[in-house]
């Protein structure tokens, strides 16, 4: 399941919606808004993933329908998932960076580099847990289509943003690296023991209502 989700994060119908963000990333590192440019690419990066993120269970049309037809754990399942995500942003991201800093006025040093890293940390567990819950609440049959992935991506650059603030405060107008690394660590707790259960348990019931 981990393989397989990594597979079709990198399959050719992606590639529209990548390439129309890294060219907002572009822009954004160019015109030097304020943000650095590692956050931009992080940005880029969450939003352009957003089907990874927020319908887990219908990468493929009809996915959950096929995963009954084998004895699976849900558990597990969802996990795979989440790990898999977690894996394609990494790899993902290191593409965005390679392509948006290469028109970056400037090279980011080690700081820099360290709170891309918190950044990336402190967000990547609450939008997994509110993707999680989307996956169940509003499940998306209907995938594929290059104009409805944009705007879904578009909504996702407002969550990943929305979902930054503790990291604005910690990190950047508190100056706590460790507060930001602690609140990431909450998180990624509350994912596991709370968010994969119950995420399982949903589309399960999911299964038995359609």
């Avoid at 907002?24 to 590192?29: T, Y």
């Avoid at 009954?68 to 898999?84: D, M, Q, S, Y």
């Amino acid at each position: 399941m981990f393989l397989a989700d990594l597979r079709q994060c990198f399959s050719l119908r992606r590639l529209p919606v990548y390439a129309v963000f890294a060219a907002a990333g572009i822009i954004l590192v160019v015109q030097r808004g304020g943000i650095p440019p590692l956050i931009v690419v992080w940005i880029i990066t969450l939003a352009a993933l957003e089907f990874q993120f927020n319908n887990i269970l219908y990468h493929t049309p009809a996915e959950l329908e096929a995963l009954t037809l084998l004895p699976v754990r849900w558990e597990g399942i969802i996990g795979a998932k989440n790990l898999a995500t977690i894996t394609a942003s990494i790899l993902t991201g290191i593409g965005m960076a390679a392509t948006i800093l290469f028109f970056s006025p400037y090279a980011p040093g080690g700081a820099a580099c360290l709170d891309a890293a918190l950044f990336f940390w402190s967000v990547i567990f609450p939008l997994l847990i509110i993707g999680n819950l989307r996956s169940v609440q509003e499940a998306r049959k209907d995938v594929g289509r290059t104009g409805n992935a944009l705007i879904q991506a578009a909504g996702m650059a407002i969550l990943v943003i929305f979902c930054a603030l503790p990291y604005v405060v910690l990190t950047v107008l508190a100056g706590s690296r460790i507060g930001t690394f602690l609140l990431g660590a909450a998180a990624a707790y509350s994912w596991m023991r709370w968010s994969v259960p119950h995420t399982a348990g949903r589309a399960k019931h999911l299964l038995t209502t359609q």
